[in-house]
C-alpha cells in the first residue's frame, strides 16, 4: 500500500469518526454518565463493532447483504430497535446523585454490559456497513495481496476511532460537574434518549446505494 493512499484513507477515516454518528451520542452520553474511565468499556465495545463490520466489509459479505433485501431490512431493523431500545432506557433512567467521586456508582452497569451495549451499537448499524463496502474498495490495490492491505486500514479506523470516541467521551466528563443534581443528570438522560431514538427511528430510512 502506498503512503499517499494510507494517508488519504487517514483523513477519510477521521472524518467519518468525527461526524455526529450513535457511536459518538453513546460515548457522550456514557462519558457524562459515568466518566471517561468507566466509558472506555463503551468504546471498547464500539471498536469490537467496529472491527465485525470491517471484517464483513471486507470479506465482501457486506456486498451480499446489501444485495438481499430481506437481509438489509433485517439488520437495518435491528438495529433501529436496539437504539430506540437504547434510546427509551435512558430516557427512562432514575436520576441518580451523589458526591462528586461517588455519583451513581450503584447504578453503573457492569463492564460487559458496557462493552456489548458500545459492541452492538455498532455491530447492528447498517450504515458503517454500507460506508465500508463503499469506501474500502477505493484504497485497495486489486493487484497487491488483499489481507495486509485490509488489517492496515482496519488497525488504522479503529485506532482513529477509538482514539475520537475517547476525545468524545472525555469532553462529555469533563462537563459532570455541571450535572450534579436531580433535575440535570434528568435533562441529561431525556436528551441523550431522546437523540438515540430519533437515531434510531431514522435508520428505519436507511437504504443501500444502488437502490438510492
Known amino acids: 500500500m502506498l503512503f499517499s493512499t494510507w494517508i488519504a484513507f487517514v483523513i477519510a477515516g477521521t472524518l467519518i469518526a468525527i461526524s455526529p454518528g450513535s457511536g459518538a451520542v453513546l460515548s457522550m452520553s456514557h462519558g457524562l454518565a459515568y466518566g471517561l474511565k468507566k466509558a472506555s468499556a463503551t468504546v471498547l465495545g464500539l471498536q469490537i463493532g467496529l472491527i465485525l463490520v470491517l471484517i464483513i ?8 447483504l446489501l444485495a438481499s433485501s430481506l ?24 436520576a441518580e446523585v451523589g458526591p462528586v467521586d461517588t455519583a451513581g456508582l450503584a447504578a453503573h452497569p457492569s463492564f460487559r454490559k458496557r ?22 474498495p ?17 488497525v488504522t479506523m479503529v485506532v482513529i476511532d477509538s482514539t475520537v470516541m475517547h476525545g468524545y467521551a472525555a469532553l462529555a466528563s469533563s462537563m459532570q460537574r455541571f450535572f450534579r443534581d436531580v433535575r440535570a443528570v434528568k435533562l441529561q438522560n431525556r436528551i441523550f434518549g431522546a437523540v438515540l431514538v430519533l437515531m434510531g427511528s431514522l435508520l428505519f430510512l436507511v437504504q443501500p446505494s444502488h437502490r438510492a
Open 138 to 154: 477505493s484504497f485497495i490495490n486489486q493487484k497487491a495481496p488483499l489481507l495486509p492491505q485490509l488489517a492496515i486500514l482496519g
Open 115 to 136: 462493552v456489548m451495549t458500545g459492541f452492538l451499537t455498532n455491530a447492528t448499524n447498517p450504515k458503517g456497513i454500507i460506508f465500508m463496502v463503499a469506501v474500502l
Open 71 to 94: 437481509a438489509f431490512t433485517i439488520v437495518k431493523v435491528v438495529g433501529a430497535l436496539y437504539l430506540i431500545y437504547l434510546g427509551i432506557g435512558q430516557w427512562r433512567a432514575k
Open 57 to 64: 466489509a471486507g470479506a465482501g459479505v457486506g456486498s451480499l
